[in-house]
């Protein structure tokens, strides 16, 4: 589909014990002194300086320059909040905050064009405080918060699909009486030329309470459940919409299938991406394929020696553990040289559209493989090498009038734009990664598009939902069938 360091507590207690385990050795000729080095008898109680207990551990002075570059507090209250390059209205944009979002902020910068002043928060960047957010020297208050995304999980949030057809999307919730007038007029309404629902004016109050008709296929993140009158219970979008919640299904959440590169797995890999393959081994003796096994497991990884055979005009490829692989029930991923345009050492991506793999490399090192779904024959993927430009936690992307029919998904996680509006993507509605599947973009499993996206650049800095890249300044992503592109000789 298209359109910083917390020191855990186990190591602070650790550093604590050793500082109080220090303390208890035998005092030396150096020991006894008192804080300003004035000379003290042994045993006596030392009277603190005032210079004592400003000696602390790195982590509290951390803190302690946060607190001094950032003093004030903010919370972000409209859905999308710029950050701006500098205190200025016609500034570059190169980021975002989401509703709900708590940051830390500067002094008061100036007011050039923002009447309640500007402010560096932290991670980079100004914003106008009074135009989506709010900043206060205590931590302002907000009613009813949004749940906020979980960045350490596959998904950051709770997603549904929608199983009923023109189901309604409140603003507000409805009473009785007005949700089943809503549904009647919903169900009815009709789209002139243009695509824009054609309502008389008895309806239009009834419209009005509607913020879209939803249809089966379309999904919703979940802020939470709503109960109602009459024991009816609503689910709340992230973006504060309503629907009746039998309406509705969790969605199913595909398995992260990628692998990191190194001891346990390396280049050359295949993946299994037809279901039903069978696991395979030679006989030593009567040279025959028995079965080793059951089926082998839906996207699993097996690193390859580089041998093929050949038995009754089919091709296996050999694993290093020995099984053998039907070459039409895998996909292999090659080590390839790093590409003119990628300067050395830095990170990469390389996309395989004929095999649908990728594969993440740090200079000449491939670091991580997977399988994807680029986009159909109709919807190609486009071949070339760009850079990512801009990243979302999420984003929705949606087309009424897309001509396989209409689609809509809200927070289409960990996506990654390189050209326009394809971008790199989790998929969590569908699991048949290795086979073209989607509208242009480049979909993963869940799991393997949030690893990219903290591997790659720009950086997401703490608290923002979006950044955006500079010129020159995102991950390379090259996207080719079969290698097309200069290569790096020598060296």
């Not at 037809?274 to 699993?300: F, N, Q, T, Y």
């Not at 009754?312 to 345009?341: C, E, H, K, M, N």
């Not at 799991?447 to 300044?473: C, I, Y």
Request: hydrophobic residues 40%; proline residues 7%; glycine residues 8%.
């Amino acid at each position: 589909m298209c359109d910083r360091q917390n020191v855990p507590l186990a190591l602070l207690a650790l550093m604590l014990i050793s500082a109080v385990s220090c303390a208890g050795l035998d005092a030396t000729e150096d020991d006894l002194t008192d804080d300003a080095g004035r000379p003290v008898e042994a045993g006596v109680e030392r009277e603190p300086s005032p210079e004592a207990g400003r000696s602390r551990g790195p982590w509290y002075d951390h803190v302690d320059t946060l607190a001094r570059r950032y003093p004030a507090f903010g919370v972000t209250l409209h859905h999308m909040a710029y950050v701006y390059e500098a205190p200025k209205k016609d500034a570059r944009p190169i980021g975002y905050l989401r509703r709900g979002a708590r940051f830390r902020a500067s002094e008061e910068v100036n007011r050039a064009g923002c009447a309640r002043g500007w402010f560096e928060i932290a991670g980079g960047g100004f914003v106008c405080a009074g135009e989506a957010v709010n900043v206060d020297s205590d931590p302002p208050t907000y009613a009813d918060p949004p749940v906020l995304p979980v960045l350490s999980d596959a998904l950051p949030y709770r997603y549904t699909k929608v199983v009923a057809a023109d189901a309604p999307q409140f603003v507000r919730l409805p009473t009785p009486e007005e949700e089943r007038a809503a549904a009647t007029t919903v169900s009815s309404l009709t789209l002139n030329a243009a695509g824009v629902p054609v309502v008389d004016p008895v309806a239009a109050q009834v419209t009005a309470l509607v913020r879209s008709r939803l249809q089966p296929g379309f999904y919703v993140s979940v802020d939470r459940v709503v109960e109602a009158e009459k024991n009816r219970s609503f689910v709340r979008t992230v973006r504060s919409g309503l629907i009746r919640a039998e309406q509705l299904v969790d969605s199913k959440q595909p398995a992260g299938l990628g692998v990191s590169l190194g001891s346990q797995y390396t280049l050359p890999l295949a993946f299994v991406y037809r279901a039903g393959a069978p696991s395979l081994r030679l006989d030593p003796i009567s040279r025959e394929l028995v079965k080793a096994g059951g089926e082998l497991p839906l996207h699993g990884a097996h690193s390859l020696t580089g041998e093929s055979i050949v038995n009754a005009g089919r091709r296996y490829f050999v694993t290093r553990s020995g099984l053998l692989l039907r070459d039409t029930a895998i996909r292999i991923v090659d080590r390839v040289p790093r590409p003119r345009q990628v300067p050395r050492n830095e990170r990469w991506i390389r996309v395989d559209l004929d095999r649908q793999t990728l594969t993440a490399y740090e200079g000449e090192t491939p670091a991580f493989a997977t399988l994807v779904s680029s986009g159909l024959p109709d919807h190609a993927t486009p071949v070339g090498i760009y850079r990512l430009h801009a990243k979302h936690v999420t984003t929705t992307m949606a087309d009424d009038m897309a001509a396989d029919g209409p689609y809509s998904i809200e927070d289409v996680p960990w996506t990654m734009y390189f050209l326009g509006s394809y971008a790199l993507h989790a998929a969590f509605w569908h699991d048949r990664f290795g086979n073209q599947r989607s509208h242009g973009c480049v979909n993963l499993a869940p799991r393997d598009a949030r690893w990219l996206f903290f591997w790659s650049l720009p950086e997401l800095p703490s608290a923002w939902h979006g950044v955006l890249a500079g010129v020159g300044q995102g991950t390379t992503v090259v996207l080719d069938s079969g290698v097309a592109y200069a290569l790096e000789t020598g060296g």
